[in-house]
C-alpha cells in the first residue's frame, strides 16, 4: 500500500517545472491529484502522470489569482474526486522589477505578482480549509524560496525582484499563522524553500534557454523537491519552513525550536 493511498490532492500551477514533479511524486505516493495551471497543456501533463502512475490525476486549466476558477478547481476536487487532504500552492509568478520602474508599471507589476503569489494562496488555502477540517486533518505546504532563509551563498534576494521577494516573505505570515490556528484541526502548513531548482522558470533567465555550465553540475530537481515535501508530509510537523539549498544534501533538517520555525 502506498503511503497516500486514498488522499486526494491539488496542486496549483503544475503543467511544468517544479510543480509537475511535485504532482507527480504525490501520484507516485498513491494520492488522486488535481493538478491546474493557467496553461492548457496540463491536461495534456495530467494524463501522462496518471499513465505512469496508474492513480488518477485530473488536470484542468484555471487561474489561482481568479475567485471563481479557484472555487471551480476546489469544487471539482470534492465532487469529482471525494474530497481534499493535501493542497500545495505552487503557483507563482516571476519578472524583473525595479524600484525606480515608472509607476504604471510598478502598480501592473504588483497585480501580476501579488495576485498569483500571495492573494492566490489566501484563495485557494481558505477555499479548502473547510474541507481539510471535515476530513479530520491534512496537510498545505506553500512553495516558497530559500530568500526567506538564512543564506547559505550569495544571490539571495536579488535587488532586481522587489515584489518577487515580498510575495514569498508574504508567505511566511500565512505559514505561520495557519499553522497554528489549524492546529487544533489537525491540520499541518509548511513551506519549502528551494534554491536553484531546474525549471523553464529558472531557464528562462538565461538568452539560450540554457542552464550555465557551473549550474548545471548543481542544480537541484523537481524530483529532489517532490521527494522533500513527501518526507515533510510524512513527518507531520508544521509551522516550519524547509529549506533546500544547492550543495547540499536536499533533506528534511531537524525540527526546529518555536522561536525559528519560520526563520530557520
Known sequence: M???????AIVSGAAQGIGEGLALGLSQA?????AFDVQDTITQVAEAIEQETGNRVLGMVADVSKRADVERAVA??????????ILVNNAGAWKPTLVDSPWEQAVADWDLIMDTNFKGVMMLSRACVPHLQS???????????????????????????DLYNASKWALNGFTDTWSKYLAKDNIRVNGL??????????????PTGE?????????????????????LIADGRTGE????????PVELPPPSPAHRRISG
Open 193 to 206: 524553500c528551494m534554491g536553484a531548482t531546474d525549471s523553464p522558470m529558472l531557464r528562462g533567465l538565461f
Open 135 to 161: 476530513r479530520g486533518g491534512g496537510d498545505i505546504v506553500n512553495i516558497s524560496t530559500y530568500y526567506v532563509l538564512p543564506a547559505r551563498s550569495e544571490g539571495t534576494n536579488n535587488p532586481e525582484t
Open 2 to 8: 502506498a503511503a497516500l493511498d486514498g488522499k486526494v
Open 30 to 34: 498513491g494520492a488522486t491529484v488535481l
Open 76 to 85: 471539482t476536487a470534492t465532487e469529482t474526486l471525494g474530497g481534499i487532504d
Open 241 to 248: 519552513n524547509i529549506g533546500a539549498w544547492v550543495g547540499h
Open 211 to 231: 542552464l550555465p555550465e557551473a549550474m548545471a553540475k548543481t542544480v537541484m530537481y523537481p524530483s529532489d523537491i517532490a521527494r522533500l515535501m513527501l518526507d
